[in-house]
């Protein structure tokens, strides 16, 4: 089941896995085995999410960083203006997605690892909603996951890219799945098995039906990336669900990203996509170090899963 309010795409770029791109947004731009996983985690603790207007951007801030056309605004969600007040739309910190009616229920109480899939029809088949992570290989993506249920080995990390090579599912609270995807761009495999883990990634996102979101995972201590832009305007072409999520957000030393602070890079990713989508993808800010945005993606999943199990 869709999101009837998936941002709309509006151009048609070449397919990600075509080895022939010539995307002219792009064209300034600088051009795995299965790790061992345990089969029962448990969290200590819930994540204490009490009162969601903790994690809301100020007031102040909503009405000068952002205009309505750049907001996500989730699908039966009322967001208005008017000349004294300014925007009524309640926004997540280091985002733009506005807080709806269905954010609920956003703790973790308990994550488990389930089982490793080569094909999709090898998944879990409990029709249990789930959110896909993938992302460039050394983009962060098993920390974040870590991050998100508070425990340090849930996704084991490797100082190696490119370990993840099968569709990884850890059930929450025993009623939605996070899903682990093979990192792209890199990987220490013969290209054959990387066009192999391209393939089935793809049969993934068209055809799952309990997939509510996919999220993608951007670098941010470092410019835009051709092959994540091309990746972001795949799934916008094929009309998958996306929320971008911008990983690192703690690295700050200009030497190492190229002169720009996170803030930076993050607005000009946003800018390179824009002209691909009628209306803009949510986004939010993270750090698996300093866990920055977990809590913020936690609420954004509840209120998208919950109006997914609703519809």
Not at 23 to 45: G, M, Q, Y
Not at 163 to 185: A, E, M, R
Not at 245 to 253: Q, S, V
Request: net charge positive.
């Amino acid at each position: 089941m869709a999101l009837s309010q998936l941002p709309k795409f509006t151009h048609c770029p070449p397919s990600l896995y075509n080895t022939n791109i010539n995307l002219p947004l792009l064209t300034k731009l600088k051009l795995p085995t299965l790790t061992r996983l345990k089969s029962t985690l448990t969290t200590t603790e819930p994540i204490p999410i009490t009162e969601a207007h903790n994690f809301l951007a100020p007031r102040e801030e909503t009405q000068t960083q952002f205009s309505i056309d750049k907001l996500f605004i989730p699908p039966d969600t009322e967001v208005s203006i008017n000349e004294n007040s300014g925007l009524s739309a309640r926004i997540l910190k280091g985002s733009n997605i506005v807080l709806s009616k269905y954010a609920r229920d956003a703790r973790v109480v308990q994550a488990e690892f389930i089982k490793s899939s080569v094909k999709t029809e090898d998944c879990p088949s409990d029709g249990l909603p789930e959110f896909a992570l993938v992302g460039r290989s050394n983009v962060g993506k098993s920390s974040l996951l870590n991050s998100l249920v508070r425990r340090k080995k849930l996704a084991l990390t490797s100082k190696k890219p490119g370990k993840t090579q099968c569709i990884n599912h850890f059930k929450v609270n025993d009623s939605w799945y996070l899903v682990d995807l093979p990192g792209y761009g890199y990987a220490s495999a013969p290209q054959e098995l990387r066009t192999d883990w391209n393939k089935f990634t793809k049969d993934y996102f068209l055809s799952r039906s309990t997939l509510v979101s996919v999220f993608l995972l951007i670098d941010a201590s470092i410019p835009a990336k051709k092959i994540d832009l091309e990746y972001a305007s795949w799934l916008g072409q094929n009309q998958v669900p996306m929320t971008l999520i911008f990983t690192k957000c703690d690295k700050r030393k200009k030497k190492r990203n190229g002169g720009k602070r996170p803030e930076e890079n993050v607005n000009e990713f946003q800018e390179l996509i824009r002209g691909f989508f009628e209306t803009a993808p949510p986004w939010i800010m993270t750090s698996g170090v300093t866990n920055q945005g977990r809590d913020e993606m936690l609420l954004h999943m509840a209120q998208l899963r919950n109006y997914w199990l609703k519809h």
